[in-house]
């Protein structure tokens, strides 16, 4: 049985093999639901929204609370960890993608190379580019600027005026939650009793209130227009500002209170893993899926367009997305477990190179 303790400093790797979890069957909506998939009408299905509403801004959260514990350390100790774990898989996967292509094509001049590389480094794997940015930034402002809160708003504030380009906009998106995660760690003895105040009783109602309030956010408010990757961040390029400017703070709000709720949530589950007494079972299988999220994130994008190519000739029932969604992270940790066997194998690829995994579980 664990105790207290162990549950709270376990809470962060469960509450991100939860999101892993559902990022995983976001993508599953996406790609492999048959008519559904092929046609794009997922955009409006209430649960594809639920779960888009917060399953990226979540992870960017829980990376800013870990990245307050790195701030201790020195800029260029910090700048080369993160460079290792996030910059790095980017250029490894660039380097694979080009070379299968290659393969592929039989087309081989260097030109043709480099335009090839720098085509795959710009259209894959933006979450690591956008944490990496994010990263960054803190790094300047925390050494810098002493954590100038208000250097971080004033950041925010003025994310809309700034081009989307080049991965900008997606470490826009990120940015708030990032900083939010940052600053609930930098606060953790005032946040870490209201992880576990599912407890009371007294709370019930007002968690409840943030689920219902969250689902009636995602119904009427949260639409195609809503999304991140279908109307960006900057105002530069809308024909409204006004309206550009509601749409980002719509999405910021919606997300911010999704981040709420599917930590109540999570805090819900143990509590009834907890009262049914398959606690260790639970905080083992989503501790196992927090450990390798990112690993199953990077498979999960590399198979993305293989759903794709095969979604009209699967039924997309909901029976079918589940199974596959099982099946696909079954696959995911089979191979990630086998990957991180070799070090230099689970650097490269996943940007894990220390060999400790209770040391690492801590880390993003």
Same mark, same amino acid.
């Given at each position: ?97 080009? &070379? ?222 589940? &199974? ?41």
């Amino acid at each position: 049985m664990m105790n207290r303790q162990d549950l709270r400093e376990d809470y962060w790797d469960i509450l991100r093999g939860i999101a892993i979890a559902l990022v995983v069957i976001g993508h599953s909506m996406q790609s492999w639901s048959g008519e559904m998939a092929s046609s794009g009408t997922y955009w409006d299905y209430i649960w594809f929204k639920m779960i888009y509403g917060f399953h990226m801004p979540i992870f960017a959260l829980i990376s800013g609370y870990f990245m307050y514990n790195t701030m201790k350390r020195d800029a260029v100790s910090i700048f080369i960890s993160k460079t290792k774990s996030l910059l790095l898989p980017i250029l490894v996967w660039g380097g694979i993608d080009t &070379c299968i292509l290659l393969i592929k094509e039989k087309k081989i001049t260097l030109l043709y190379v480099l335009q090839t590389y720098r085509y795959f480094l710009g259209s894959s794997l933006w979450f690591l580019w956008a944490l990496y940015g994010c990263a960054l930034i803190v790094i300047i402002v925390n050494k810098l600027f002493k954590d100038n809160i208000y250097l971080y708003f004033l950041i925010i504030i003025l994310s809309p005026f700034i081009t989307d380009a080049k991965y900008l906009g997606a470490i826009k998106f990120l940015f708030p939650y990032y900083v939010l995660g940052y600053f609930v760690k930098k606060h953790n003895h005032r946040i870490r009793d209201w992880l576990c105040s599912i407890e009371k009783r007294k709370t019930y109602f007002g968690q409840a209130m943030t689920l219902i309030l969250y689902y009636l956010a995602i119904k009427y408010l949260y639409n195609y227009n809503t999304y991140f990757y279908t109307t960006g961040i900057t105002v530069l390029k809308s024909e409204n500002v006004i309206w550009q400017l509601g749409i980002d703070c719509i999405r910021l709000l919606i997300g911010i209170l999704g981040c709420i709720s599917i930590m109540i949530v999570a805090n819900t589950l143990i509590l009834v893993a907890k009262k049914w007494n398959l606690l260790s079972v639970f905080t083992k299988a989503l501790k196992m899926l927090g450990y390798y999220s990112m690993a199953i994130y990077i498979l999960n994008w590399r198979t993305i367009a293989l759903g794709t190519c095969i979604a009209h000739k699967t039924s997309g029932s909901w029976w079918n997305i589940a &199974c596959i969604t099982i099946i696909a992270i079954v696959i995911y940790c089979v191979m990630a477990i086998f990957l991180y066997k070799t070090n230099l194998i689970a650097g490269l690829l996943f940007g894990k190179w220390s060999k400790s995994k209770a040391h690492e579980s801590k880390k993003v």
